[in-house]
């Protein structure tokens, strides 16, 4: 009995060690220190310690009322209501300014700064309606 389970324990070491190596050497990885990863996932990101690293990241941006001109660091990027599809690399700390500007020009722009300490928000809201920073949903 003590050979039969020896036996089995040698064989899933063996099989584990050659499926490590496929894994490995699997041609869709990139190195990162001494580790290696798989690309980042649509709608996911990477945190490696200095940067995040977005692919495809989905961020629902609304307001109220609709129709306001959203930029991020200046750049128009939509009308609200839509979803940003955003891809790229944030530094730790780095500071994403994202303004929306009204349809009604009696109602004040209104800005929102993003610190990017953890992930990017899925969810924006604006209330243009208040003199407040937006919301984080």
């Not at 609709?66 to 990027?77: E, L, P």
């Not at 530094?91 to 990017?120: N, Y």
């Amino acid at each position: 009995m003590r050979n039969v389970f020896f036996m089995i324990l040698l064989c899933l070491c063996l099989s584990s060690c050659e499926t490590l190596k496929e894994v490995q050497n699997s041609p869709g990885l990139n190195t990162l220190g001494s580790f290696k990863l798989g690309s980042v996932q649509e709608n996911n990101y990477w945190y490696d310690g200095k940067s995040y690293e977005y692919n495809e990241y989905k961020i629902e941006i609304t307001s109220e009322p609709v129709q306001a001109k959203i930029q991020w660091n200046g750049k128009t990027i939509g009308t609200t209501p839509f979803i940003y599809s955003y891809s790229g690399t944030l530094d730790r700390d780095e500071r994403v300014v994202m303004q929306a500007i009204p349809i009604d020009s009696e109602l004040p722009a209104q800005e929102a700064v993003l610190r990017v300490r953890t992930e990017l928000p899925r969810k924006i809201h604006f209330d243009l309606r208040n003199k407040q920073e937006a919301n984080n949903i």
